[in-house]
């Protein structure tokens, strides 16, 4: 038996968990996950809605980001935590900073790398793909 991963935003207002396996693990660096992070990539975990629960979430709020997208945030702290979309139904994407500790895989890939920040040299391994 596979034990509960935990999360919240950096208020603990929103708490999250999940019961493993997780979808998958990538880092993206789109233009808008970065914009709407304020970093030079967001590193995200897919997790299966029917395995995902919201434990805390009176300060939810959903933004529009785009067509058929939404990000999840705290009203309170302003912690951008989900994604979701219509081109991954069924799933919470979950930002990898926001749990508490370590989950059950790791990133396998950067995804939008043409997007990606020159002022930041990243030697990882990982394979780089134009999409997701």
Known sequence: ???RRTGSCFCEK???SYEPPSLWSAHCHCSVCRRSH???FVTWVGIALEQFSMDQDQTLTWYESSAGAKRGFCSACGSTVFFQS???PG???VARACFDG???REPTKHGYW????DWLQINDGLPRSVST
């Open 38 to 40: 304020g970093a030079a």
């Open 86 to 88: 219509e081109n991954w």
């Open 14 to 16: 929103l708490k999250f």
């Open 1 to 3: 038996m596979s034990v």
């Open 114 to 117: 043409e997007s990606h920040v």
């Open 91 to 93: 799933e919470m994407h």
């Open 102 to 104: 370590a989950i059950d």
